[in-house]
């Protein structure tokens, strides 16, 4: 070896060796409104100052945005874990307060687009694998609905999942503040829904393999104890050395706008650097209208005792109406446009239950946004009666097949199940992008239970 080649050498061991330094990343955005090299991906998109992830107008719409280098999390394969910490600030705003929730997702993936990625409940980033497999897909859900098939505990939780829609380990979203003098803190419970902007914070130890997540509300300090510590070593099978990071989230029917308003990461052993949360934009639902003229009948009742009698079983009596007009319209509203296109009408739980021999295990077809999804045969003087009864659509089949969805809010409808006819979403159509389609048979039927 002469002396150049050695000189060669030697530089190259130095680069190698100043590498994993040389990709230091340590950003602070406390608006997107100036950043312009995000990854995005899909439907994710820059709105003013903030990140807006989903778009409402897609059935199934998908958006990722990612930092635009990768973190750097080991030497090379096999070797000891970093560590990085990040703290962000979101907003989860459903359009209807009552619709099952999706949440969004912070991710670490060594891929702008993880095989597979379904949109609905699997977070833009998770396929529907019914078993967990190790790759590089790491991620810490704020999941705002419940999927009790991916044994979700509740709609508002935080969970760590490993290349997996059942996450490794869930907590119901809160945090934990000091109790007086006691020694254990106190819970307190923080609904992720409501659009309040809220701040999370996650702390990756590599030679530990430790996450911990801790959220509070966005103005508040970060409280001691984090929501979830998870330590386990097989935290090394879902991570490469280089990952993507960024965020994730998705839809199917119901509108809900997940943004991302700040978000500061670093990986240089220090903590994330403080966002400044002072001046954030807050997205919360429109207020309900006040009733001024409520207030008004009060002055006037104040003013002549006897007037006061009269205006006030006036204005009960307006009430009276106003209410009962506000309910037919919601129910009205209830009813959707394609619903009447096809035949709406209404199964009572006993047929259900016995189409569906009392939804036993080998009616079900599989899994739904909203909950299970069972085949069932309806008797045909029942279907044929409710479908008269709907006024449209002669049919001839003497059985009819019936697709139940068996979930969510389950005890308070089971007296009033709604049944309808909907060649387009067959099952199957709520969890992905790949629709079932074509040959759609009219003999399915979807019940929201
Ligand atoms: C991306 O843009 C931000 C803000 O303009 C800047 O601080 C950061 O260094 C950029 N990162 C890369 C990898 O270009
Ligand atoms: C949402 O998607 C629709 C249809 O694909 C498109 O026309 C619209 O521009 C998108 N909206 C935004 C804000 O990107
Ligand atoms: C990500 O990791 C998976 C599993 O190890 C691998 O099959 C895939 O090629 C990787 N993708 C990229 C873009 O590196
Ligand atoms: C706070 O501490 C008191 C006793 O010091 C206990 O009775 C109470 O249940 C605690 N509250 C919560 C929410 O843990
Ligand atoms: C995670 O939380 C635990 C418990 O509070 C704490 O002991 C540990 O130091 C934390 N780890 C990191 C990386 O912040
Ligand atoms: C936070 O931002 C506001 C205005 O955007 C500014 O007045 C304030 O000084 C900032 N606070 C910190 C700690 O930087
Ligand atoms: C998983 O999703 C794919 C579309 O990506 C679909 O073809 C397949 O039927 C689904 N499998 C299950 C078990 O739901």
């Known amino acids: 070896m002469d002396a150049a080649s050695i000189h060669h050498y030697l530089l190259f061991f130095l680069f190698s060796l100043s590498l994993p330094f040389a990709s230091a990343i340590n950003f602070l955005f406390n608006s997107f409104s100036a950043v312009s090299n995000l990854t995005l991906v899909d439907d994710a998109r820059v709105e003013d ?29 096999g ?55 190790p790759a590089p897909l790491l991620v810490v859900e704020f999941d705002a609905g419940r999927n009790p098939e991916f044994n979700d505990p509740d709609g508002n939780h935080v969970g760590v999942d490993l290349n997996f829609v059942e996450s490794a380990v869930t907590r119901t979203a809160g945090f934990y503040r000091a109790n007086g003098s006691s020694t254990e803190p106190e819970f307190v419970p923080l609904d992720m829904r409501s659009g309040r902007n809220i701040r999370g914070w996650i702390d990756f130890y590599g030679p530990l393999f430790q996450i911990n ?44 706008a997940q943004r991302v308003l700040a978000w ?40 002549s005792a006897c007037l006061a009698i009269a205006v006030l079983c006036v204005l009960g009596l307006y009430n009276h109406c106003r209410r009962r007009r506000k309910t037919r319209i919601r129910k009205e509203e209830e009813e959707e446009e394609w619903e009447s296109k096809y035949w709406p009408r209404r199964f009572n739980y006993e047929d259900l239950w016995s189409a569906t021999n009392g939804f036993c295990k080998e009616r079900l077809l599989g899994f739904g946004g909203f909950g299970k999804v069972y085949r069932g045969v309806l008797p045909a003087s029942i279907s044929r009666g409710a479908n008269n009864a709907g006024g449209s659509a002669v049919r001839e089949e003497e059985m009819e097949e019936v697709a139940v969805k068996h979930g969510v809010s389950f005890e308070e409808e089971r007296e009033n199940m709604k049944c309808m006819t909907d060649p387009d979403q067959t099952n199957g159509a709520e969890v992905g992008p790949a629709r079932s389609g074509s040959s759609a048979a009219t003999s399915f039927f979807c019940a929201y239970i």
């Open 49 to 77: 100052s903030v990140l807006r992830l989903t778009n409402d107008s897609n059935y199934y719409s998908i958006g990722r945005a990612f930092y635009p280098e990768r973190l750097r999390l080991a030497a090379g394969p």
């Open 79 to 133: 070797q000891a874990l970093s560590s990085f910490s990040t703290s962000f600030v979101f907003s989860i705003l459903p359009e209807i307060d009552s619709s099952p929730g999706f949440g969004l997702a912070f991710v670490l993936c060594n891929s702008t687009s993880p095989p597979g990625a379904l949109s609905g409940q699997y977070f833009g980033v998770f396929s529907n694998a019914t078993r967990q497999s």
């Open 213 to 256: 997540v801790t959220i509070a509300p966005a103005q508040e300090p970060r409280p001691r104890w984090p929501l979830i510590s998870y330590t386990d070593p097989v935290i090394a099978n879902y991570v490469s050395p280089e990952m993507y990071v960024g965020f994730s989230a998705s839809k199917v029917k119901w509108v809900e």
């Open 264 to 303: 500061s990461l670093s990986d240089t052993g220090a903590a994330a650097r403080e966002l400044n949360t002072s001046n954030l934009p807050v997205f919360l639902p429109p207020s309900p209208p006040s009733s001024s003229s409520t207030s008004a009948g009060l002055i006037a009742g104040v003013a």
